[in-house]
């Protein structure tokens, strides 16, 4: 990680002209990268580091049923539900519901 020594602002990797620079969000200050740095700005996920499996797991800690929800699955309206940060922290929580008749799961954002 790099801060711009203008602003203190963070710096991110970008290629520029075939070059490899750091540039300031803030304020637009360009320096180049290092030869022996190694710039990715792209972060590559499994499959498997993409999907959430709830199936045979115990339901998490705070867990409560509520009404009114309607299962995608079966229609049935009621649910477990529970939440969850799964984004960064300035972001909304997401809602997590289980049918308490197929056992589906689904998530809602809030």
């Known amino acids: 990680m790099k801060f711009c020594p203008k602003c203190n602002s963070m710096m991110v990797p970008r290629k520029s002209n075939g070059r490899s620079v750091y540039k300031c969000v803030k304020c637009g200050y360009e320096e180049e990268a290092k030869e022996t740095a190694k ?36 229609k049935n309206d009621e649910a477990y539900f529970w939440i969850l940060q799964t984004r960064s922290a300035d972001e909304p929580a997401t809602r997590f519901y289980k049918c308490t008749k197929c056992g589906k799961v689904w998530r809602e954002y809030e």
């Open 39 to 74: 710039i990715t700005t792209k972060i590559k996920h499994s499959e498997k580091e993409k999907t959430l499996v709830l199936e045979d797991v115990p339901m998490p800690a705070g867990t409560q049923i509520i009404r009114g929800v309607s299962c995608p699955s079966c």
